[in-house]
């Protein structure tokens, strides 16, 4: 990971409010853990400088740890419009994975031309679990294709996201993760020095409300 990259990143999306912190008054997810972090990377579309950053940075990525990458293949939703900036930069062919398979017409999971026996990287938004990321993996697998690894814009550095990505044998490379925001949030003045120590015990482990006290 470029560091200088990932701290730009990382103030960007905190100039912007893609990302907030609130280690006092936690965000709920979806999965009903409380947590200090939310982070929503699609309003980084709506800021061209700040997403010419992003699409060129993720494209750098899969030069440099990707070099042999065919086709580049998007996520639903999030990753979609990130994987069609990207190839156009790298001038690849692109598509995407639906979370499920159509009920109507030909019922596809995987819209754009399978990529049968090619090398594929897969774009992200995020990394948090990573339980998504590596079903859209197998998927691609299991359709033929040589999935080369993940190329993804923020990773929260979740230990169980860690562990599921390895025992899955998917590489992941982030252009910034939660370490360097934390960093960058304490310089910037976006938490207090107490409030650091709060949130890595968030990190360590999601589901422990304990880190709230």
């Not at 079903?135 to 080369?148: D, H, M, P, R, Y």
Request: proline share 5%; charged share 20%.
């Amino acid at each position: 990971m470029n560091k200088n990259l990932a701290y730009e990143v990382a103030s960007s999306l905190l100039k912007i409010k893609a990302v907030f912190l609130r280690p006092n008054e936690p965000f709920t997810w979806a999965s009903g853990i409380k947590s200090p972090i939310y982070c929503d990377n699609r309003l980084t579309l709506s800021y061209p400088e700040i997403r010419d950053i992003i699409e060129n940075g993720l494209a750098e990525l899969i030069k440099e740890f990707y070099p042999t990458c065919e086709v580049v293949m998007g996520t639903s939703t999030a990753g979609i419009p990130h994987a069609a900036y990207v190839s156009s930069i790298l001038n690849l062919p692109m598509g995407y994975v639906r979370g499920g398979a159509k009920d109507h017409g030909r019922g596809n999971q995987i819209e754009g031309v399978v990529p049968k026996g090619k090398n594929v990287v897969v774009i992200e938004d995020l990394i948090s679990t990573a339980g998504s990321s590596i079903e859209v993996v197998n998927i691609l697998k299991e359709a033929g294709c040589n999935v080369l690894g993940i190329a993804s814009i923020f990773s929260y550095e979740l230990k169980k996201g860690i562990d599921r990505l390895k025992e899955a044998d998917v590489i992941n490379h982030s252009l910034s993760n939660f370490t360097t925001l934390i960093e960058v949030s304490n310089q910037m003045g976006y938490i207090e020095e107490k409030d650091v120590s709060k949130i890595k015990k968030f990190q360590n482990n999601p589901s422990d409300p304990s880190w709230m006290d």
